[in-house]
């Protein structure tokens, strides 16, 4: 009865940990944009995927805890079009992202860094805008370090975003 007992409280315990990252948190709902840019803007490229590290160290091959690049242009997207920045035809400006870092500490509660380099073109000139942002996923979010790990990435590109449109000149 013991065996039975532990393999139901094990079972629940790995059941409940396999929470699933929800992309649809990078998505950035903000303030309404300025009319210099309502309706102007559109996500060129994102570039950078593999541009991360954990505790220091830079793997040799991407893995499923980091997201793509279409991952994080959609999220951009949303973002912008959530707060009337996306153009619905051609667009004024043009943006580029490019993920220069996204570093993890470990831990019971995952702090995700992310470090983005945006550049805003109008097609004369380009503005470098470049962003750092935190977040964290606490254990109660999620019990796999890997899911976490997502979790407080998403969070941190949220932010990151967030950053990014209230920087806009």
């Known amino acids: 009865m013991r065996g039975y007992r532990a393999g139901v409280l094990l079972t629940a315990f790995l059941l409940g940990g396999c929470a699933v990252a929800d992309r649809g948190k990078m998505v950035v709902e903000g303030a309404p944009a300025p009319p210099k840019y309502r309706n102007a803007m559109a996500v060129r490229n994102v570039t950078g995927e593999c541009n991360f590290s954990a505790a220091g160290i830079k793997p040799l091959i991407c893995i499923d805890t980091i997201l793509s690049n ?4 959609e999220g951009l997207e949303k973002s912008l079009a959530a707060s009337g920045y996306l153009a619905t035809g051609t667009a004024k400006y043009y943006v580029d992202m490019n993920v220069e870092d996204i570093r993890s500490s470990i831990g019971m509660d995952m702090e995700v860094s992310t ?22 996923a606490k254990f109660s979010e999620a019990a796999l370090g890997a899911t976490r790990d997502k979790i407080a990435t998403i969070y941190s590109l949220r932010e990151n975003f967030k950053q990014f449109l209230a920087s806009l000149p």
């Not at 279409?70 to 242009?73: A, I, L, R, V």
């Not at 983005?116 to 935190?134: C, E, F, H, N, R």
């Open 115 to 136: 470090d983005v380099t945006y550049t805003l073109t109008d097609g004369t000139s380009a503005k470098t805008i470049p962003i750092k942002a935190k977040a964290t």
């Open 70 to 73: 279409k991952e994080m242009k």
